[in-house]
């Protein structure tokens, strides 16, 4: 097909990457977790396979053209032929910088736990390497079926993580994580459903090429919006991510921080902007008011907390609001900038999320109080966090001051006020890690010397090493993130030249289109 490169290297390298964390999961069962040395086997053991899997997802980036637009490495294999519906899968600049972030996470995340976990090692292998098949799987669906089968299957393994290995309150943030987004998946499969009855075909770039009339396309957008606006999270849906964040181990909060929040923007860009391209333009003005209240809550929440795990997670509410904005803005810049700005995030607050888990190994405690005046004991691992922390608001040099500005370039070019209205938001990130960094780094007191206490606290090189990965991306993004937006390029230009394709009854005006919309949406229900 006209949209598809195939696979031309001698393996199919998406399968590849699909099977063997899912293979890795399978044999860790088959080993029994009853002796040290047993758990110590599956710990490396998740370590070598996501490595494997990392380097076997190597060429989807060296190997990648990124001078067209089209969907490349493509499999596509029959499935079920009553429902026209095949294995498809493939890459383009879009999706692969999300996937080289998803296989490139995960050997950080079963390094940092391996003093974490003090239980139930294979399980937790097991279930974070199936986390990577499914979210893998995510990023590289080409029909609508395969997409909603991993998006949905993600749900299961992320359960397990917060209800086995979570804190105190595990069994009330793992409920209420899985009910928001399976209500937002009952939305997504009805869309997928409509979407199949009315073209025939769950082919995604077949859909795209589908004219929808406006009415259709709202009914559509909402549905798909629903379920993004969850899982990214936007305000005011976004409540079941601090408890998620709190309860969760420090390694299922890295993956939720660095992967799976990436795929509700991943979904407006693979979904909503392309196949209805009216009803985006109409609702745009409104998702770029909720992002902003986004970035500002989000900001002014985190500066209240006293739970480091919190104030992130917070953060991490205003930082996707800067994403959302940057898509919704409609211009090539903003969904650069956005689409960069989900990696940024997906590396700095994963940095994040294991910083704290390292010092809750240490203090047994989230508060900050109880893990203030750590620059006598733990220099090195300051260092890293200043640097984070930095990155965190922005900081020229750091990876997150490259998205955001670009983000912010957009909106002043749709709007002057609107670019005045989001500065708050970034002055608001300043300030509440840099309080966090002063309250960190230097006690209330005026005391001199090392705790007792705290002595041979700071990192080892497990844990050195694992922070060095995160701090190597946050300077090379930051000082030359040329290659990164190069991968990218071709595909956003094609995807603005979609979506200015497809705006239906412009000439009409926004609010012409929403009468006509709503109309038919109350005689739909009628």
Known sequence: MAYLIYNTLNYPIISLVLALPLVGALVTLTVPDSQAKTASFHKIWGVVVSVATAIVALPLYTRFDSTTHLYQFVEKRGWIDALHLNYCVGVDGISLLLVMLTVFIMPVVLLCSFTYVGQRHKEFVFSVLLMETFMVGVFVSLNTILFFIFWEAMLIPMYL?????????????????????????????????????????????????????????????????????????????????????????????????????????????????????GAFHVFAPAFIVISVISIIAGGYLALGQTDLKKLIAYSSVGHMGFVTLGIFVGSAMGL???????????????????????????????????????GR????????????????????????????????????????VLGFCVIPGAILAAAYMLQLTQKMIWADDDGHGVDESRKGWDLNVREGLTLSFFAVFVFWIGLYPTPFLAVMEESVAHLIHQYHQGIALETQGAAHAV????????????
């Open 515 to 526: 009468l006509i919309s709503l109309k038919a949406l109350l005689g739909s229900l009628i």
């Open 377 to 416: 004991s733990m220099p090195l691992f300051l260092i890293f966090f200043v640097v984070f922390s930095l990155s965190s608001f922005g900081f020229p040099g750091t990876n997150s001051f490259v998205g955001e500005f670009m983000i912010l370039i957009s909106a002043f070019q749709k709007n002057m």
């Open 336 to 374: 650069k900038g956005a689409i960069l700005q989900m990696i940024n995030h997906g590396i700095t607050a994963g940095a994040l999320f294991v910083c704290v888990g390292l010092l809750y190994e240490r203090t047994h405690s989230r508060e900050i109080q109880d893990n203030s005046a750590l």
């Open 161 to 277: 993580l917060i209800a086995v290995w979570g804190g105190e309150r595990r069994d009330y943030a793992a409920i209420k994580f899985f009910l928001y987004t399976l209500l937002g998946s009952v939305f997504l499969i009805v869309a997928v459903v409509s979407i199949y009855i009315k073209t025939g075909t769950f082919f995604i770039p077949a859909i795209m090429d589908h004219p929808f009339a406006l009415e259709y396309q709202v009914l559509i957008f909402l549905a798909f919006a629903l379920a993004f606006a969850i899982k990214i999270p936007m305000f005011p849906l976004h409540t079941w991510l601090p408890a998620a964040h709190v309860e969760a181990p420090a390694p299922g909060s890295v993956i939720l921080a660095a992967v799976m929040l990436k795929m509700g923007g991943y979904g407006f860009l693979r979904f909503c902007m392309p196949i209805t391209p």
